[in-house]
């Protein structure tokens, strides 16, 4: 069974930095891109990043380009995102997701299946 | 960005009724649509990929058609258990990947 576990949220101050991680079991992580997606409290969803199994190319959201780093470790079978510079807008519940599609191709299959059960960042003073 | 516009933001139905959910994009996205369930203080859950394909799991009431821009989700018979949150989300652009803002089903 495919399991995502994540882990690493709370309350930090704006400006503050915070690192997430994601534990994965159930299937060879290596060769899955993965993403974050958060949603704030009340809201819809919204894709914050991805990477891909090699872990050689990132993608980000403008929202959290230059401010938000994915990575991941193969080894551990667990992604992170480094989240740095946290602003208010940032408050949410983070996912991690599995890319849903078992295609190699990268920019293909992008649908999340499945998700994490989330870790909420509250980003306050 | 492509915009995802999902209608109605609520729909208010009956146990056994039909429910028909829509969601529209603002350039096409061919067949590369999901759908997804939320259920209050729960993880989403996938329904339905390639606009039409059933998820592993997922009972036959559900379905999804449309090609484009139009998609639409129905549920034949709604069950006490699909009273929950939907939302559609496009993968054509990756990795620009967008989702609808929601239609909550529920209960008349």
């Known amino acids: 069974e495919v399991q995502l576990l994540e882990s690493g949220g709370g309350l930090v101050q704006p400006g503050g930095s915070l690192r997430l991680s994601c534990a994965a079991s159930g299937f060879t992580f290596s060769s899955y891109v993965m993403s974050w997606v958060r949603q704030a409290p009340g809201k819809g969803l919204e894709w914050v990043s991805s990477?891909?199994?090699?872990?050689?190319?990132?993608y980000y959201a403008d929202s959290v380009k230059g401010r938000f780093t994915i990575s991941r470790d193969n080894s551990k079978n667990t992604l992170y995102v480094q989240m740095n510079s946290l602003r208010a807008e940032d408050t949410a519940v983070y996912y991690c997701?599995?890319?849903?599609?078992?295609?190699?191709?990268?920019?293909?299959?992008?649908?999340?299946?499945?998700w994490g059960q989330g870790t909420l960042v509250t980003v306050s003073s | 960005e492509i915009v995802m516009t999902q209608s109605p933001a609520t729909l208010s139905v009956s146990p056994g009724e039909r429910a028909t959910l829509s969601c529209r994009a603002s350039q096409s996205v061919t067949s590369n649509l999901a759908w997804y369930q939320q259920k209050p203080g729960q993880a989403p859950r996938l329904l339905i990929y390639?606009?039409?394909t059933r998820a592993t799991g997922i009972p036959a009431r559900f379905s999804g058609s449309g090609s484009g821009t139009d998609f639409t989700l129905t549920i034949s018979s709604l069950q006490s258990e699909d009273f929950a949150v939907y939302y559609c989300?496009?993968?054509?652009?990756?990795?620009?990947?967008?989702f609808g803002g929601g239609t909550k089903v529920e209960i008349k």
């Open positions: 390639g606009a039409s």
């Open positions: 990477i891909t199994g090699s872990g050689g190319t990132t």
């Open positions: 989300q496009q993968y054509n652009n990756w990795p620009l990947l967008t």
């Open positions: 997701a599995k890319k849903g599609s078992t295609t190699v191709t990268t920019g293909l299959g992008n649908w999340f299946d499945p």
